[in-house]
């Protein structure tokens, strides 16, 4: 062999080195390249899973806060619904207590009620107070004959005021006071009428 034919040999054998290592190099990073490809795509999977769970879980909290807030104001409209309702039956209870109160059955209904009160008071002197328009026909001589009536002493004060119909009654020392004003028992029935009212609402007390 002729030293140029040497020289081609070894040349050759260089190249082909060369190119097996290139090519391992190529291969090499070809694969370190889908790794990374793969890593970069499994964390980026991870991070949407995570991006996904973290809206989907604000989603859901966001759903809740409106459907509680939602509930809070369904309750509350329910509620003043109900206090309106009370107010008008209120109003319409009033409206009729005033009516009755110019009738002349109201004046045996007033007596009624004082004698039911001297009985309840168990008391021989009581004293009466009435609103103006009641002390002008509650003469002495109806207050009489009611006293002989239940054996006690009744009187009426000088003073009155201002209230629907009714009465006070009181011993006369003032220790024991009894409030029957209608528009004291007005007062008491409003629980009454919420009750009912929200039982027509919501089938139950509240």
Known sequence: MSIKDGLSAIANEVL???????EAIILSSQNQAKETLK???QQADEKYKTVISQATAKAEGEKRKIASVTEVEMRNR?????????DVAFDKALARIKEFAATKEYHCYLLKLIEEATKRIGQKNLALQVNAKDKAWLTRDALNRLSKKLNCELTLLNQTEDYIGG???????????YDSTLDNRL??????LRVEVAKMLFGKEV
């Open 16 to 22: 082909e080195d060369v190119q097996k290592e290139a």
């Open 167 to 177: 009465f006070k009654i009181q011993t006369v020392d003032g220790k024991v006071t």
């Open 78 to 86: 329910l509620l003043q619904s109900k206090e309106e309702l009370v």
């Open 39 to 41: 890593a970069a795509k």
């Open 187 to 192: 007062r008491e029935l409003k629980p009454v």
